[in-house]
């Protein structure tokens, strides 16, 4: 599956490891690139020192390309920045901000940039700015997501920008990679269903969650802190969702509650307090395999559909 997207990241298929931010890191990220995608490490606001040692340790495990996903956000964005230079990361993807700033310094190191974009403006933004492709992540992703869904954004940012554009949100088999083909789209992002990957880090209740979730088990909380993010439907999450409905839970209070939420799911499998971030698509993910025979399963039905 030769696209725009496998000859500018010299990948065999386009398809790219979403950066979860507690999740992503080098055993799941290598086992990606090792069977033919891009796995990416999460940066979020992890340590550096921390950071390197992934990004090493990826180098270990594959020799073949990866990528590190930057939160523009975090307070140590611009250590990070420069930690991709100095490693010489080939691929960088970014997300909460614009890497405007960092761009030349990262094309004068030959690192590529990938931003993640939730609208049309926000895509021709980042081409101004010299991005190499731009990923359109619609509303059914897990995490932080915007309003505007997949299958509205994809076409419209192909478009309006002249760099290749990689689809995601509700991408969890070779329908939905040959549907965003379909869309004009020159590769994906998938991360939900690497959660069930056998080499994905997370605490089993975590992966349980995902295999054993519906249609029906996602559910988006924080709205009423401007930073909406798609959950798998626990006890904790509706709570939070109803509490910020009614108003018995404040912004303030919400922030609080929420505060390490994340790394409680991911390292506890924290029922009562973790939240276990997962896209919509949950429902057709009913097992746990290698990534490598996700990706050959989801490339093979793939290309079936698109005749290639």
């Known amino acids: 599956m030769n696209t725009k997207i496998t000859e500018l990241l ?3 298929y386009p398809v790219l490891q979403g950066g979860m931010a507690w999740i992503a890191e080098s055993t799941l990220a290598s086992a990606v690139s090792e069977a033919g995608g891009l796995g990416i490490i999460a940066g979020g606001s992890a340590p550096i020192d921390y950071l390197r040692d992934q990004i090493r340790k990826t180098k270990e495990l594959t020799s073949k390309p990866f990528g590190v996903n930057i939160m523009l956000m975090s307070p140590n ?23 405007g700033k960092f761009i030349d310094g990262w094309k004068n190191a030959g690192v590529k940039t990938i931003p993640v974009v939730p609208s049309v403006a926000l895509a021709k933004r980042m081409v101004r700015a010299g991005a190499d492709a731009v990923i359109a992540e619609g509303t059914e992703s897990g995490g932080h997501i915007g309003e505007n869904t997949t299958m509205c954004l994809v076409p419209q940012v192909v478009d309006a920008v002249d760099v290749p554009v990689i689809a995601a949100g509700g991408i969890a088999d070779g329908r939905g990679i040959a549907a965003s083909f379909m869309l004009g789209a020159q590769g994906v992002q998938i991360g939900t269903r690497f959660l069930a990957a056998e080499e994905c880090q997370i605490h089993s209740t975590y992966k349980e969650l995902v295999v054993k979730a519906k249609d029906t088990d996602s559910i988006v909380t924080g709205r009423s802190t401007g930073h909406p993010c798609r959950n798998v439907k626990t006890k904790f ?3 939070l969702a109803s509490g910020e409905m009614n108003g018995s839970i404040t912004p303030d209070e919400f922030e609080e509650l929420t505060l390490g939420s994340l790394r409680k799911a991911v390292q506890d499998g924290n029922l009562d307090e973790g939240s276990f971030l997962c896209g919509a698509i949950a429902g057709m993910v009913n097992e746990i395999k290698p990534c490598s025979e996700i990706i050959e399963e989801m490339i093979s039905q793939a290309k079936a559909l698109l005749k290639i």
């Open 237 to 239: 999450a509706k709570k």
């Open 77 to 99: 964005a611009e250590d990070l920045a420069q930690l991709v230079i100095d490693e010489k990361v080939p691929v960088v993807t970014t997300g909460a901000g614009s890497p």
């Open 10 to 12: 010299g990948i065999k």
